[in-house]
């Protein structure tokens, strides 16, 4: 519906029934975006639904998403293959960061004085890279053979049964400038990313053990996650975020004044980076104190001292270095533990929901 953050679903509600559809390519896409949306919308009632309105609820929610695709908690999931899409699980961290954002005192005090532009813009990255990257996974997930017969195809200007409520999510005029979700020549990152996918899977089910099928894939996982992180970085949130004015003053901003959002990634559940550093005296503090003391390297990564967020180039190099800390806990016994841990407790925010009054400019005014 224009105007309103509510939508309808194209999916047969009769109990035990059957009802046969001509499954194109397109359809093949609209299933799986319509499954990503439902993800972070609110059903009112029967086929109808309502967008969660709320940011930081929202960011909540795509880190749950993301954290059950990686655990292969999602549809047509796969218990011996968790973990095969790499990328999934620092995803899931950094969108509970974009939600940490929109939770901190500044976001919220910003907001309420008419400083909002740069906060929808990250609402707008956050909600727009998931209708991006989610339906790539499940679709994987569904069937290897009609994702390769069909990722050339996706095109969501050109769906019939959906187009409409794609089109009417906030902030759709993004579209164009992310080629309408279409992979090109300017952007293989999507085809490269998952023709590793064979291999890693290989691996996995040969492997019992846990630590071998992260060792024994351990440069095609790592190469699996760097293809996404430039698909989600340069030709997704580059384009609709980072080149706006806004994002850029409120960039330069974070880094020269203090009561700032912080942008340090927290590889656990917890919001906070105080609950992960050690004290005065070099220890841990808190409920996750002993696990922390075992692991051999620190949780977190704050950006560079030179790392400029709004330059691609310059965002990618802190990307990178905070891949190679996750990648090196995952492949360590109790690393990796902890971050299951930390991702099994995000994906139980499936159902965040707002608890305030949302700002009449959200969601481009939408409710």
Known sequence: MMGSLDWQSSTNTTENSCKTVQCDCLTFWEIYQQETIKRVSNLQKLNHYTLEPGYEARARRIASVYAKIFLEQE???NKQLKGRYYWMGLGAFASKT????????GSVLGYNVNVQEAINLFALGNLWLFMDIAPWHLAWSTSQKSFEQCKNLRDVSQFTHIKNTVMNLPWSSCLPKINNLKITKQTPQVSQAF???PMIEKIFLNEKKEKDKYQKASKQLYQHLMFVAVQEQRNILQKIVWENCSVKFGAWMQRWFMGMPDATLVLSSDYSVEKKKKNWFG????SKADQLTEIKEDVYI?????TKAEDYDSRMIWIGKAAEKYHRLMLDDKGRSFLHQELRIITGWGDSKADFKI???SNEGKK
Not at 98 to 105: E, G, I, M, N, Y
């Open 195 to 197: 023709a590793l996918l």
């Open 75 to 77: 549809l047509n999931s």
């Open 98 to 105: 974009v939600a940490t954002v929109f939770k901190h005192r």
């Open 302 to 306: 704050s950006p560079l001292s030179d």
């Open 359 to 361: 700002h009449t400019s």
């Open 283 to 286: 220890n841990y503090t808190g």
